[in-house]
T-cell receptor, first 110, second 119 residues
Framework: QQPVQSPQAVILREGEDAVINCSSS?????VHWYRQKHGEAPVFLMI?????EQKGHEKISASFNEKKQQSSLYLTASQLSYSGTYFC???????????FGSGTQLTVLP | DARVTQTPRHKVTEMGQEVTMRCQPI?????VFWYRQTMMQGLELLAY????????DSGMPKDRFSAEMPDATLATLKIQPSEPRDSAVYFC?????????????????FGEGSRLTVL
């Protein structure tokens, strides 16, 4: 079952902040965040593991609430290069397979 | 520069034909995922392998799709017979599983994808 992302799309100006949310109905062991630019493959941003360990990007942060089965991605002082579709992937199930949400399209305008 | 290699990059075929997509994961990675991406469905998980063993293919239409890993350097996704609704971009991704409990505690590396068009 896919995690649910919100919002579906967001438009902001360079320098503004954005938050993208991800929630799951299943118990989560990990949350991954990826960014995909048009016509390209998804690229890893960050992973949050159960227990609080976080690995990833230096300019983008995220939180992982295990009890609520939710994660949020925080983009501060956005840059034009941040434009793209952001996917959260959640590791759950017996094999902890990675299932992605439907994506959030982020557009940063000059 | 290590990367996941997928072939073909583009494929146009007619309904009913067999299609085989290939993926070479990054050397040393022990997990391989197949995803299908469409505008309507986003990134759908089709199959997942760890140490070449299939662990999950519940997202794959069993009657026409099959996924295998004949060896550690090759994963294949086959569609037979293909249908227009199979038109999509198919991504292969590889990564490392560090333990028996978690499938993936690290980064997934995606290939550039195979764009399939079934007429």
């Amino acid at each position: 079952q896919q995690p649910v992302q919100s919002p579906q799309a967001v438009i902001l100006r360079e320098g503004e902040d954005a938050v993208i949310n991800c929630s799951s109905s299943k118990a989560l062991y990990s949350v991954h965040w990826y960014r995909q630019k048009h016509g390209e493959a998804p690229v890893f941003l960050m992973i949050l593991l159960k227990g609080g360990e976080q690995k990833g990007h230096e300019k983008i942060s995220a939180s992982f609430n295990e009890k609520k089965q939710q994660s949020s991605l925080y983009l501060t002082a956005s840059q034009l290069s941040y434009s793209g579709t952001y996917f959260c992937g959640t590791g759950s199930g017996s094999a902890r397979q990675l299932t992605f949400g439907s994506g959030t399209q982020l557009t940063v305008l000059p | 520069d290590a990367r996941v290699t997928q072939t073909p990059r583009h494929k146009v075929t007619e309904m009913g034909q067999e299609v085989t997509m290939r993926c070479q994961p990054i050397l040393g990675h022990n997990t391989v995922f197949w995803y299908r991406q469409t505008m309507m469905q986003g990134l759908e998980l089709l199959a997942y392998f760890r140490n070449r063993a299939p662990l999950d293919d519940s997202g794959m239409p069993k009657d026409r799709f099959s996924a295998e890993m004949p060896d550690a350097t090759l994963a294949t996704l086959k569609i037979q017979p293909s249908e227009p609704r199979d038109s999509a971009v198919y991504f292969c991704a590889s990564g490392s599983s560090t333990g028996t409990g978690d499938a993936n505690t690290g980064e997934l590396f995606f290939g550039e994808g195979s764009r399939l068009t079934v007429l």
